[in-house]
T-cell receptor, first 117, second 112 residues
Framework: EPEVTQTPSHQVTQMGQEVILRCVPI?????FYWYRQILGQKVEFLVS????????KSEIFDDQFSVERPDGSNFTLKIRSTKLEDSAMYFC???????????????FGPGTRLTVL | GENVEQHPSTLSVQEGDSAVIKCTYS??????FPWYKQELGKRPQLIID???NVGEKKDQRIAVTLNKTAKHFSLHITETQPEDSAVYFC???????????WGAGTKLIIKP
């Protein structure tokens, strides 16, 4: 069964450094999402992406964040200048659409644990 | 924007008993309500979902009910088993992007 994959599984960085988190969504999915989960807290929506552009973003997704689909398979989240409070688990998710029908279910990757020191 | 409240934060039940987790949402435009199970250190996994045009949905031991008037929905797990122990999250989605707004989670503990 196809799955969403994410790399790396764990990223440790110094405050102020740039990080890029990578995701490979399920191949025929057209909608992509990033969420984050601070340890012990709820999952928070960051951004949704469709048709090569951001379709919606939350208040968390400020100018230090950006997303990109550099090729036909990868979907990346870049944090330009990391802060201590960016430490969290970052989940990528993807959703299908076929023949004009949207499927609701989002499939999640295993997450990247980002630790900012 | 949408806000989802979830209760209780922790639920401990005897193996074989039923468990009920409740969520409320604020945006009457919300139309999709999934429930995710997350085991420690793992990704969230969808266990059941319901759309706003349906009042109840059941899948073996798991059921979800939706009350659109009251803007709340509940997860029911019957005949609980040790492997049901996990954190359960409700979520709501209110537009065509289907981005999910999540509840705070319920830690379900099944006592042997």
């Amino acid at each position: 069964e196809p799955e969403v994959t994410q790399t790396p599984s764990h990223q440790v960085t110094q405050m102020g450094q740039e990080v890029i988190l990578r995701c490979v969504p399920i191949s025929n999915h057209l909608y992509f999402y990033w969420y984050r989960q601070i340890l012990g807290q709820k999952v928070e929506f960051l951004v949704s992406f469709y048709n090569n552009e951001i379709s919606e973003k939350s208040e968390i997704f400020d100018d230090q964040f950006s997303v990109e689909r550099p090729d036909g398979s990868n979907f990346t989240l870049k944090i330009r200048s990391t802060k201590l409070e960016d430490s969290a688990m970052y989940f990528c998710a993807s959703r299908n659409q076929q023949r004009g029908v949207s499927y609701n279910e989002q499939f999640f990757g295993p997450g990247t644990r980002l630790t900012v020191l | 924007g949408e806000n989802v409240e979830q209760h209780p934060s922790t639920l401990s039940v005897q193996e074989g008993d039923s468990a009920v987790i409740k969520c409320t949402y604020s945006d009457s435009a919300s139309n999709y309500f999934p429930w995710y199970k997350q085991e420690l250190g793992k990704r969230p996994q969808l266990i059941i979902d319901i759309r706003s045009n349906v009042g109840e949905k059941k899948d073996q031991r798991i059921a979800v009910t939706l009350n659109k008037t009251a803007k709340h929905f509940s997860l029911h797990i019957t005949e609980t088993q040790p492997e049901d122990s996990a954190v359960y999250f409700c979520a709501a989605s209110y537009n065509s992007n289907y981005q999910l707004i999540w509840g705070a989670g319920t830690k379900l503990i099944i006592k042997p």
